[in-house]
């Protein structure tokens, strides 16, 4: 358990109708937690029996299911690790690939957001809502100023979102004072010479980095070629304070 636990129990579980979402209680919660996981982020690999998509940053998170109460089925999942202040940012995820020395000194509590996944077939748009209103209630309950994560794209090739990054480098980069530097050994730059918009063939913004956007988030300049997930990511944060107003009512009229 995570130094955190004492917390949790001010985050009540939200329902809606037979979904709910909800905090893991313990290790079968976070293996199931696991199991969606690698069926969501391994292709062809995920027919392997049992198998969970596990690592050394597991321990440290907390987890949240949301899962439909009638048959037990666990539809989406996600972690976070809560931080103090940025001079905690070394024991994060994003740390391997970024540096964040330009947020060290960010003085608030921080949640990092990482493996967000829904199960396949799952189109229900409650079981997004379930969970960000469990983050909702986590940041209003604990005062956190800033959430970051990588968000990542499908595949290792970014020419097929060269529209698309370009659009981030446009309209959505990071202030200069809180900018991620490179640090992984593979990066892109996110400056296309595609500059002409979503047209035909190019692929769009992933949904989840789209509703970070709309909450006033920003990305870094470069992305990360993620070999071991077949995925690249760009570093993404959104400063709690700075979400649009008419967003912020809605995200807390979900967690109520």
Known sequence: MTAFDSKIASVPAVTRGRLQARMATGAQ???????????MFSGA????AG??????????CQHVLVEDTDTG??????????LNTGADLGISYSAQFYDLNNLRSYRDPMLEIGRFCTAEGVNDPDVIRLGWAMLTRYVDAHSIGMMFGCSSFPGNDTKPYSAALALLHKRHLAPAHWAPRPKAPETRPLVSDDCTGLGAGRKPVPSLLRTYLGMGGWVSDHAVIDRALGTFHVFTGVEIAKIPQR???LLRADAR
């Open 29 to 39: 919660d976070v293996q199931a937690a696991q199991r969606l996981r690698h069926r």
């Open 45 to 48: 690999r995920a027919a392997e």
């Open 51 to 60: 198998a969970l998509d596990a690592d050394g940053f597991d321990p440290k």
């Open 73 to 82: 089925a666990i539809l989406a999942c996600f972690r976070f690790l809560h």
């Open 247 to 249: 967003r912020a009512e």
